[in-house]
């Protein structure tokens, strides 16, 4: 029967988010989280939150948005706004992203992420799902092979481009409950509508948001308040002793 990983992203992005992360690992309801290192504050903001205590546990949200890049704005242009020093939303803005700059800023932030946590990520994977573009995928697979830690894949063709460069990362995951407010027990429907779409992966990710809101995180996230209900969901069914009690071993991320 397949394993669960339920990881928590956005470590770093606010106090609220991770003090609801700290408080669902001490709950056993979730397995990993992803470090926002770009995250305006988030240096301070984690080492405040005992990051260091998640090493084995912690993976990186590799940022090219939300934010402000660690390099110097002078060696990635294609990437920072001149007038703020902010990330440029590539999603947005009709300058391309350049692969070198972006190789340069994410080995910066996996960087900091190995210096907070004192040793190697658990896995890497990206905000909003900058991984999937196709003029960064190979960055992500080389960066990962590098570390030879495992990736947030993707389903379809680029998950089997991930595997064929022995990369190894979830290709099936649950991302639609996230950020939607559908309570617990829609969680575990998505869960076992995925592990029936997918019999043969021994391994189900997934991906959560939670956190507590507060002003200043309606300020950077457009996700704020429906992270009180993703934090109220996953401690519901932390109390009911879900995945275990439907006989799936949770599984901590690093260990596909």
Known sequence: MASIVINADDFGLSDGVCKSIRELFDAGAITSTSLMTAALGAR??????GVSDLRGRAGVHLQLTGGSPLSP?????????????RFRDPRKSELLPDPGEVEAEWRRQIEVAIELLGGLPNHLDSHHGMHRRE????????????LNVPVRGAAGAIGVRMRSRGIRGSV???RDWSGRSLGAQELKRQVEAKIAEHPSESVI?????PGYCDEYLKSVSSLSSAREDEHRGLMELANEGWPTSAGHLPRPYGSF
């Open 44 to 49: 301070t903001r984690m080492v405040d939150w």
């Open 172 to 174: 099936a995951i649950v």
């Open 205 to 209: 990710e997934v991906v959560v948001h």
């Open 73 to 85: 704005a002078a060696e990635i242009p294609s990437l920072v706004e001149a007038a703020t020093g």
């Open 135 to 146: 003029d960064l995928f190979e960055i992500y697979v080389k960066l990962a092979a590098e």
